[in-house]
């Protein structure tokens, strides 16, 4: 079928073709949602865990500190008394 120099059984069936394609393009789009959603799950408790860390580890560092500085106040006070 032809109108006005046009092939309208073949536009009809590149049309369908498109369609199809798109269609099965469209399909993958839940399974990515859900993906994301994984994905910033697992982001924000690698957050959490790294904020924990961090806190241990001034903890640490804090202990240390006070463990230098109270032998130091010993050593003195050994030293001059």
Do not use: R
């Not at 536009?11 to 789009?29: H, P, R, T």
């Not at 994984?38 to 463990?67: G, P, S």
Request: proline share 0%.
């Amino acid at each position: 079928m032809e109108k006005d120099g046009i092939n309208v059984t073949e536009m009809l069936i590149s049309i369908k073709e498109d369609v199809a394609s798109i269609k099965a393009k469209m399909s993958g789009i839940s399974d990515t949602d859900k993906k994301a959603d994984e994905a910033l799950a697992l982001a924000q408790e690698a957050k959490t865990q790294v904020n924990k860390l961090e806190h241990q580890f001034n903890q640490v560092v804090y202990i240390a500190a006070t463990a230098v500085v109270l032998a130091l106040f010993v050593y003195i006070i050994e030293k001059f008394l």
